[in-house]
């Protein structure tokens, strides 16, 4: 099982933006699906954003479309998701994922985590 790492989690004022990394080395296989989710304290772990491996298949949960980007540098192995215009309810800690297969959203079907980093939107 190889490890996902994610980085760039922080504190940020509401309307402030941050962006998410995740090394994830390995994934350079064509079939390999890369997401992020999110679990804020003492809710589920909920999807938030999803590429293939060529970048043209993108899906992202309605909470975050038009503030969030996902986005993926197969050549260094990396995973990104920009996210502007934030609010107090993105505050959560946000998980790297990985599968084989298609873009899903649903939790269970990825294989690969990452440990997380936490990001705090202040109001």
């Known amino acids: 099982q190889v490890q996902l790492e994610e980085s760039g989690g922080g504190l940020v004022q509401a309307g402030g933006s941050l962006r998410l990394s995740c090394a994830a080395p390995?994934?350079?296989?064509?079939?390999?699906?890369m997401a992020w989710f999110r679990q804020a304290p003492g809710k589920e772990r909920e999807f938030v954003a999803a590429?293939?491996?060529?970048?043209?298949?993108?899906q992202y949960a309605d909470s975050v479309k038009g503030r969030f980007t996902i986005s993926r540098d197969n050549a260094k192995n990396m995973v990104y998701l920009q996210m502007n215009s934030l609010k107090v309810e993105d505050t959560a800690v946000y998980y790297c994922?990985?599968?084989?297969?298609?873009?899903?959203?649903?939790?269970?079907?990825?294989?690969?985590w990452g440990q997380g980093t936490q990001v705090t939107v202040s109001s």
């Open positions: 590429v293939s491996w060529s970048g043209g298949t993108i």
């Open positions: 994922a990985a599968r084989l297969g298609a873009v899903s959203t649903t939790r269970r079907y990825y294989d690969d």
């Open positions: 390995g994934r350079t296989s064509s079939s390999y699906i």
